[in-house]
């Protein structure tokens, strides 16, 4: 593996090698001195082509992290607003010895051409790309499920993590809301499946994507008896897109009263789960919309894990990209012993 597009397609021990990797990188980030010089000399380019704010910020910590020498492209102020296509700005990334590009952008696809175009040799790290696949947003939810759900790591998430080299077999997990703008959702779905959780989304009708029977999963329109008959083990609600909404949020639902009424997570819906349930969001959150601030802060809610998580989950995609054994960047071949050693320095 060369690049990291999507998660469809990847395989049961690359991803539990990547949430392997990423449990090392959390240990270092316990360290006081929480630099490794992993990836010193080499060149990040976090380009994003979208508005972004912790998704950057995140892959930045990783990249620093790791010791790696980085670039922040935004394509607001910079020549793409004169007319610059990507296929220019990738050859100019190429001259510059680009090592490895995160990219973010609204068209679907645009990160798989961007990294078979044959306009430059680096690495593609995909940070989202319309409403196709955001995998490292899958990965760290991933990542953060298996701790509390397999690894025992307690309510506060302080424990000692026990679930090195394990699967999500028979995990359940709901993820609730807008289902058809997310590429979360798309991204979950599939990663999810391949650890041997069970999935279920839950959404009103005009916010499930056409195709939908094809996925991976089961799909429910009723969220009070998905939550008291299913007994979901997680609880993933969706932040409900509504600037990707033309005509407004009564395009899709009749009201965010309604829409909140049937289909938002609050205190009375938490209090059905299990008492091992845990609540995510992969932020920024609709306070009030799609989750209530009760459940919001609620001491089972991992929200703010989430995202220290997605700091190592970016720092295990990157070094496993970059510092494959084999020297070709391919994470299939690497041992974890010299992965152990490289992290441990």
Same mark, same amino acid.
């Given at each position: 593996m060369k690049h990291l597009l999507t998660t469809q397609g990847l395989s049961k021990d690359d991803a539990i090698l990547l949430l392997d990797t990423s449990a090392q990188m959390a240990a270092t980030q316990?360290?006081?001195?929480k630099k490794l010089p992993t990836l010193r000399g080499r060149t990040v380019v976090n380009l994003f082509y979208e508005d972004s704010t912790r998704t950057r910020i995140s892959f930045e910590t990783a990249a620093k992290r790791l010791s790696a020498d980085v670039i922040n492209f935004s394509a607001k102020g910079s020549s793409v607003s004169k007319g610059e296509s990507l296929k220019d700005t990738a050859l100019t990334l190429h001259a510059m010895g680009a090592d490895a590009v995160v990219v973010r952008h609204s068209a679907s696809g645009a990160a798989h051409q961007l990294a078979h175009a044959g306009w430059l040799d680096a690495a593609v790290l995909n940070a989202g790309d319309g409403m196709h696949q955001h995998p490292t947003q899958a990965l760290l939810d991933a990542f953060t499920i298996r701790r509390h759900l397999v690894g025992n790591v307690g309510v506060d998430g302080r424990g000692p993590d026990t679930s090195m080299g394990a699967d999500l077999a028979g995990v359940r997990v709901a993820v609730v809301g807008d289902v058809l703008h997310s590429r979360? =959702?798309?991204?979950?779905?599939?990663?999810?499946?391949?650890?041997? =959780?069970?999935?279920?989304?839950?959404a009103p009708p005009t916010l499930v994507p056409v195709g939908v029977e094809e996925w991976p999963c089961r799909v429910s329109y009723h969220l009070d008896e998905t939550l008291e008959q299913w007994q979901p083990d997680a609880v993933m609600m969706l932040r409900v897109q509504r600037e990707r909404m033309s005509g407004g949020s009564g395009a899709f639902f009749p009201s965010p009263m309604e829409y909140s009424r049937k289909f938002g997570f609050d205190a009375r819906r938490l209090a059905v789960l299990p008492d091992h349930a845990i609540v995510m969001h992969p932020g920024p959150m609709n306070r009030g919309l799609e989750i209530s601030a009760a459940a919001a802060d609620h001491p089972r809610s991992v929200i703010v894990e989430q995202v220290a998580n997605g700091v190592a989950v970016r720092m295990a995609a990157l070094y496993l990209l970059l510092s494959g054994d084999d020297g070709t960047g391919s994470t299939g071949s690497t041992s974890s012993t010299s992965t152990d050693e490289r992290i441990a320095l």
């Open positions: 316990a360290r006081e001195n979360v =959702a798309r991204s979950n779905v599939y990663l999810l499946r391949t650890l041997g =959780a069970e999935v279920t989304l839950v």
